[in-house]
């Protein structure tokens, strides 16, 4: 599996930690009640298609991505830094 | 004692030779980590010439002149080698003192990208990976700084403590390729 | 028998070898196959299950019978096709699966047995009672029914792995591979053209074919050497593409030195090649027919029949009959024919077959049966005048062609069922950017190969952005492939479809009839195709009976799903470049040459590699060394190496709001010089990490992490900033590696230190947890004053070359003062007495309230953590919380580990009342010593619980004690 990083560019998975999707980037507010808390810590859907996830560029240069890519073809369809996803 | 003696990170461990392939030790070299703040690469670039006469390169690029190189080193970070940092660069960047972070040392030999190319996942065709390139990418199991410095020359860099598994990697995969003959 | 005038072996170079300790001779460029035939030698090994005697099937790496042993001792190679084996001098190999003796093989009775062993039997027979299935069916199985053995011994050879890229991966070398790789290459592209074979050339070396009027292989071999020529091509021999993967990778097995004694270079290496576009031109498979006994040794596929003679000079026998259903076999009869050999009878299953002058053709007939246990000796023909004896001691077999698609569907693509052809091929896009041509596209004919070759060069280059170059299409036969199915021969006894596995026909219509219908099923139950060879020689004949016995057409039966790898790969291959000290790297301090030649033995923490201990003469244990270092921390001053610790710079003008989005506690504060420290929740409420964070400038940081959790941390932190505070304008980079860091610790590491530095400590300047610029015999310095053993301590860091250097001279000073280096055991007592916490506390499942540290969770400020930890049962004083234990009844034992109950209480799961985590013998206090966790257990502080350890049986009365056992005040390491 190959990933597209934004800076380094086509990557092995193996420079990648994984994880999970990127609704990590959108952390609650502190009040925003233990739903939405619960909902952002532990509950992640388990999408038969296209997904969003966060990758992590351990191995290269360090930037946190989002890769977007489907779980039933394998098909990776883009990434894009983190820090300009939300 | 009235003086603490220095040791390079390769100390006793190199050089190594196998067929046509020489791994040896970079010569010591003041290493600083260049990290620029918001909006501030620009003028990073333009103190860095003005200082030490070049400019920032680019993603998996390197720049150099006169013995002084700067590397890309990842996301927001560039290595200047070789010159201690002109005062002119803090106002810019953080600016991190790492000579004695990284074990740094050049393979040497024709075909060296194919001794690479057993510990590293990644394309270093000479059309697409040239001298002055840069990346970093995990070599074995070790983060790596890999810079092509000639047509059969790489420099590469990981962590000072890791150096015995740098050369122990490197002089097996150089043996290995060294015996296909 | 050799072929006169036949051949590309080199007859000017003879080799020799063995075959179970009897010597042969054989010719540079044989196959161990080839050069066994030549000799005359037949049988070469034993079946899988019914130990029957089984001779050469194949001329390739889809052989199922001659498996052979090569080697001994640690090299012992099992399992090598010797179809595939390249002959070389002193070449020694053994047969496999027998016992005592290929010839006389006593576990052949189970042949005689075979009607108790078909399908299913050893699931519905071993069934009961079920204990002993483990202890003695299986085993038992296992010895009889098997394959070549392991040595046992450590793996003596070495194995590689490596990397590659290109912009075309060309997948066979045969006509449609060649073209393809020529068409590419010429165009400038990045080629890779790899060949399972030692030689390039696939079909055409084994055929009499003309291609562009020329010898098919003479024809090739020019079309290499332009090949050879071009830097943008690599000629990859001897290496099977293994599996295909996600975004254009695959995996590619080389066999580096199987063919030449054992050399220096590695035996395999395992590539996994990046490829922008792939072309399959992987040929195709033969398929035999299945009829009673059609495994006798000497029965063939007809294709391998004519490779060995044709490309080998070798006829596998003295009088050859063909046995065919489509018009490939005759192609046998004729090369052979034309070589010299006789052919006995060439029997055509088809009424309309064609005539070839010089050889008896029988049409609309069939073989049913073959006598000759050790060696063919006599088929038998039945046609529509009744059944006739022919003897022949050799058949070539062809029941049609398999393309050779395997890799097509390792993505879980599906082929289509083609009728023209009687076999499946693959359907475009089953592997995005992978073209299928030629043979394993269902195309047979040369002429088919070169233009589909060429025209999928075309088709990648312009994907490639290449534009295509001048290619012109040589001549070849155009032949059209025609067949008429025969899967298997009417008739009694035991005609078999997978050789390799033992499976009959009749062991796939008793799945049937047990309902396994599904080719899923059938495969699992028969165990067809689950052999090393997967199935290559009899999956499509196998789901060709359960389709006609179960009613259905072949298509609607489908095929079973081929995954990589499409030959065996050995496990060392897979994962080359893992033994040994590739394994993981090995991280060393500057401190290391020196605690060596201490005598300290080295633990392993993360990757690091620290002292356990110092030990001194006299010392016979590492209690006594621990013992004594602990005291001399406590009495004097101590040394010891933390440079493991993690240590990141962290600048920016927002390094402070970002450290306290970070840490529970506020960093904002902190003054310039001065050291504090830091607790780290993850999101979920429970604590990361701890350690110390100095104030080295109004907009510059120093954090340190545990050295366990360095790489998290660092982690953490960019995810924390890149996905949740973008805005902020902080930088950070690792500095663990620049700086040597030595804890100076005990009441004396201020008389060491004054007289150490360049200049004496000022006292007021240097308050606990100070921290600032120093030098050290002239070298820039940093010094902390923190304390992880609870005394009046310090850490002098210097940059990494000075490392040694000050480390011995650390020593020296100490070792004048009465003290010395202290090690992990030490470190550990020295912490657990003060109640510090590490990962044994933190670990994962405990929140700062569990650790006593909930007021360090600020209120004023949000960080990362903060609203998880607040959730009511993070906060409920029933909690597991940290407690100290001493051990107060006879026995005095502390577990790390164990379990706490109450002391009337049965020690079972329901009364658990929390564990221990920590433990030592405290030399400061005299008795054992404990961290644990405790339900409500602040509260009870002074009670008895029971301390269980079920593993080792042991129970110990325990008091409950505040968690710092020494000096709770603090004085010793604040004054």
Not at chain 3, 554 to 568: A, Q
Not at chain 3, 803 to 808: I, K, Q, S, V, W
Request: aromatic share 8%; with cysteine.
């Amino acid at each position: 599996m190959r990933l597209p990083c934004p800076i380094c560019g086509e990557r092995d998975r193996r420079e990648f930690y994984y994880r999970g999707a990127a609704l990590a980037l959108h952390r609650p507010d502190p009040d925003a009640g233990d739903e939405a808390w619960a909902d952002y810590v532990h509950l992640r859907d388990n999408p038969a298609g296209v997904t969003r996830d966060l990758w992590y560029h351990e191995g290269g240069c360090s930037a946190w991505i989002v890769v977007t890519r489907n779980t039933v073809t394998h098909e990776v369809l883009g990434a894009e830094l983190a820090e300009g996803a939300r | 004692m009235t003086e603490l003696l220095a040791k390079t990170a390769c100390d006793g461990l190199l050089s190594v030779t196998a067929g046509p392939f020489t791994l040896s030790e970079e010569p010591v070299a003041p290493l600083t980590s260049l990290m620029p703040y918001k909006g501030r690469d620009k003028a990073l670039s333009a103190a860095l010439e003005a200082a030490h006469g070049v400019k920032l390169p680019g993603v998996n690029r390197s720049t150099s002149k006169a013995g002084i190189s700067v590397l890309w080193f990842g996301r927001g970070q560039f290595l200047l080698v070789g010159a201690g940092p002109d005062g002119s660069l803090a106002e810019h960047a953080a600016v991190v003192d790492q000579s004695d972070a990284w074990a740094r040392v050049r393979l040497e030999g024709a075909g060296a990208d194919q001794v690479l190319a057993r510990l590293l996942p990644v394309d270093l065709r000479a059309a697409s990976f040239k001298r002055g390139h840069t990346l970093r990418s995990p070599l074995g199991h070790m983060m790596a700084s890999v810079t092509r410095t000639g047509v059969n020359a790489f420099s590469i860099a990981v962590f000072r403590s890791m150096a015995a598994t740098l050369v122990h990697d490197l002089k097996t995969a150089m043996e290995g390729v060294a015996a296909r003959g | 028998m050799r072929l006169a005038n036949r051949g590309m072996v080199d007859r000017n170079a003879p080799v020799t070898f063995t075959f179970d300790g009897v010597g042969h001779s054989g010719f540079e460029g044989d196959t161990l196959a080839s050069a066994l035939l030549a000799n005359g030698v037949r049988l070469v090994g034993r079946s899988f299950k019914y130990h029957r005697p089984r001779g050469i099937l194949t001329a390739g790496s889809e052989e199922p019978n001659a498996l052979v042993t090569l080697g001994s001792g640690a090299r012992q190679d099992p399992n090598v096709r010797a179809t595939q084996q390249e002959l070389y001098e002193g070449l020694a190999a053994q047969s496999q699966n027998r016992w005592p003796s290929l010839d006389w093989d006593l576990l052949a009775l189970n042949d005689l047995a075979a009607p108790f062993f078909g399908a299913g039997f050893y699931y519905k027979t071993f069934m009961w009672p079920k204990a002993f299935w483990e202890k003695l069916y299986e085993p038992a199985i296992r010895r009889a029914a098997g394959l070549g053995a392991l040595s046992g011994l450590n793996n003596a050879d070495t194995y590689e792995r490596a990397f590659a890229f290109c912009d075309l991966l060309v997948i066979g070398s045969g006509p449609a591979g060649l073209m393809a790789a020529l068409g590419a290459a010429r165009a400038g592209a990045d080629v890779i053209l790899a060949e399972e074979d030692f030689r390039m050339g696939g079909r055409l070396l084994a055929e009499t074919h003309e291609v562009d009027g020329k010898p098919g292989h003479l024809w090739a071999a020019g079309l290499l050497d332009e090949l050879a020529s071009m830097d943008n091509v690599r000629l990859m021999t001897r290496t099977t593409v293994t599996g295909a993967y996600d975004q254009g990778t695959y995996g590619a097995l080389e066999r580096v030195s199987h063919h030449v004694p054992r050399s220096r270079a590695p035996l395999e290496c395992f590539w996994r090649i990046v490829a922008k576009r792939a072309i399959l031109a992987a040929g195709a498979l033969e398929r035999p027919v299945a009829f009673r006994n059609n495994d006798r040794p000497g029965i063939m596929t007809a294709s391998a029949v004519r490779a060995y003679a044709n490309r080998w000079g070798v006829s596998p026998g003295k009088a050859v009959s063909v046995f065919t259903n489509n018009d490939d076999g005759y192609r046998t009869a004729r090369d052979l024919v034309a070589a010299g050999v006789h052919v006995a009878a060439l029997i055509d299953s088809r009424h309309d077959g064609p005539d070839l002058p010089g050889v008896h053709v029988i049409k609309g007939a069939q073989v049913c049966d073959a006598a000759g246990r050790k060696g063919l000796e006599s088929i038998t023909i039945r046609t529509h005048r009744g059944e006739e004896k022919l003897l022949t001691d050799c058949l070539a077999m062809s029941g049609g062609w398999n393309p050779t698609l395997h890799l097509t569907c390792h993505m879980n693509g599906r082929p289509a069922w083609r009728e023209d052809i009687q076999g499946f091929a693959p359907v475009p896009g089953m592997i995005p950017g992978l073209q299928a041509v030629g043979a394993c596209n269902g195309s047979f004919s040369t002429a088919a190969c070169l233009r589909e070759g060429a025209e999928a060069a075309e088709d990648a280059l312009e994907a490639l952005g290449f534009k295509p170059a001048a290619l012109e299409l040589p001549q070849a036969e155009d032949d059209p492939f025609r067949i008429a199915p025969l899967w298997s021969v009417e008739g009694k006894g035991r005609a078999w479809l997978d050789f390799q596995n033992d499976v009959t026909v009749k062991d796939v219509k008793q799945a049937a009839v047990e309902n396994f219908r599904s080719v899923e099923h059938m495969k699992r139950y028969t165990t067809q195709g689950m052999a090393t060879d997967q199935g290559k020689n009899s999956n499509v004949a196998a789901l060709a009976v359960l389709a006609d016995v179960t009613g259905r057409a072949i298509p609607e039966t489908g095929t079973t799903t081929f995954r990589p790898p499409f030959v065996p790969v050995s496990i060392a291959a897979m994962g080359a470049g893992a033994q040994g000290k590739g394994f993981a790297p090995q991280r060393f301090t500057t401190s290391h040459k020196a605690s060596i030649e201490r005598g300290a033995p080295m633990i392993e923490a993360g990757l690091w590699y620290r002292p356990s201990y110092f030990p001194a003469p006299g010392e016979s244990n590492w209690r006594q060394a621990c013992d004594r270092e602990v005291k001399m921390v406590r009495e004097t001053v101590g040394i010891c190496d933390v440079s493991t610790l993690g240590k990141i710079d962290i600048q920016g003008p927002d390094a402070a709001a970002f450290l306290d989005f970070v840490y529970t506690n506020t960093f904002s504060t902190l003054k310039v010089g001065r050291t504090r420290y830091g607790l780290m929740l993850r999101e979920d409420g429970f604590v990361m990490d701890d350690g110390t964070c100095a104030r080295l400038g109004e907009t510059h940081f120093l954090m340190t992490t545990t050295t366990a959790a360095a790489g998290e941390v660092m982690r953490h932190l960019e995810f924390v900033h890149q996905c949740l505070r973008p805005e902020l304008d902080v930088v950070f980079t690792s500095v663990t590696e620049q700086w040597a860091q030595f804890a100076v610790a005990g009441p004396k590491s201020r008389d060491l230190l004054d007289a150490l530095l360049d200049k004496p400590l000022n006292g007021p300047d240097w308050p606990f947890m100070a921290c600032g610029p120093v030098t050290v015999m002239g070298v820039k310095a940093r010094l902390f004053r923190i304390s992880f053993s609870g005394e009046h301590a310090y850490e002098l860091a210097v940059p990494a070359r000075y490392g040694d250097a000050l480390f011995r001279e650390l020593l020296a000073r100490a070792g004048a003062l009465g003290g010395g280096p202290y090690g992990m055991e030490a470190l550990n007592v020295l912490r657990i007495e003060k109640g510090f916490i590490t990962h044994s506390e933190i670990h994962g499942r405990t929140t700062a309230y569990d650790v006593g540290l909930g007021k360090m969770v600020s209120e004023k400020k949000d960080c990362i953590g903060k609203t998880m930890s607040e959730r009511d049962g993070l906060i409920d004083p029933m909690r597991e919380r940290l407690v100290g234990l001493k051990p107060v009844g006879a026995v005095k034992q502390v577990i790390a580990g164990a379990h706490l109950f109450e002391v009337d209480d049965a020690p079972v799961r329901e009364n658990d009342k929390g564990y221990v985590t920590s433990v030592c013998y405290s030399p400061t206090l005299g008795h054992m010593l404990a961290l644990a966790f405790l339900k409500n257990g602040p509260e009870r502080i002074g009670e008895r619980v029971k301390m269980v350890d079920h593993v080792r049986k042991i129970e110990a009365l325990c008091e409950v004690v505040h968690p710092i056992a020494f000096d709770p005040e603090g004085g010793r390491m604040r004054d």
